[in-house]
């Protein structure tokens, strides 16, 4: 949840801010035993590598070095029980970062050739270099800077009425390439 609550769902977050996160949602939780007032940053990364391991549901990727980012499932989890915080949410200027984001990132997609030959003729129509221009992929990004990039779009947009159909047909297009 703190994961998701700075921006998480498509960003890396270290650590530290987490644990700061942490300790606002759940004061206590994760302190030090004798010292209350210090967050116990050993117990924070303990946790999260936890929400790494398939059997406690494969909630989120990352490391303390690289930082954590959320899965579709931690996504989907963490967009089921935000509302369970009563008041504790983004940071205004984590909010509006990746609001801006969204909405400059949907009208550029909405504006692709691929969308168009998706809705006006079929997703058969589209070229492999059309759908990496949906996801602003193309030859030189490679590896995982490719599969973040198609990750962040699919953990945003999946679900959009307007893009998500779209979004899943042409991730499966790049992939095979």
């Known amino acids: ?10 960003l890396y977050t270290d650590t530290e801010d987490i644990a700061i996160k942490v300790n606002e949602i759940a004061p ?18 303990k946790r999260l590598s936890d929400a790494i391991k398939k059997e406690h549901g494969s909630y989120i990727i990352g490391s303390t070095k690289k930082g954590w980012l959320l899965t579709e499932n931690g996504l989907r989890f963490a967009k089921q029980r935000v509302m369970d915080l009563n008041g504790i949410g983004l940071s205004p200027s984590t909010r509006n970062r990746e609001m801006l984001w969204q ?10 050739k691929a969308l168009e030959k998706l809705n006006t003729i079929n997703a ?4 492999v270099q059309e759908a990496e ?8 990004v490679t590896g995982k800077a490719r599969e ?30």
Do not use: C, H
Request: proline share 1%; charged share 30%; net charge positive.
């Open 1 to 10: 949840m703190a994961i998701y609550l700075i921006g998480g769902d498509s």
């Open 28 to 45: 206590g939780r994760f302190t030090w035993q004798k010292y209350k007032q210090q967050i116990n940053i050993e117990n924070v990364r």
């Open 103 to 112: 909405n400059r990132e949907k009208a550029r997609m909405l504006g692709t």
């Open 124 to 127: 058969e129509a589209v070229t």
């Open 133 to 140: 221009a949906f996801f602003m992929v193309d030859d030189y």
């Open 148 to 177: 973040k990039k198609l990750d962040r779009i699919i953990k945003t947009f999946g679900e959009d009425p307007e893009l998500g159909q779209a979004v899943k047909i042409l991730a499966g297009k790049v992939r095979k390439k």
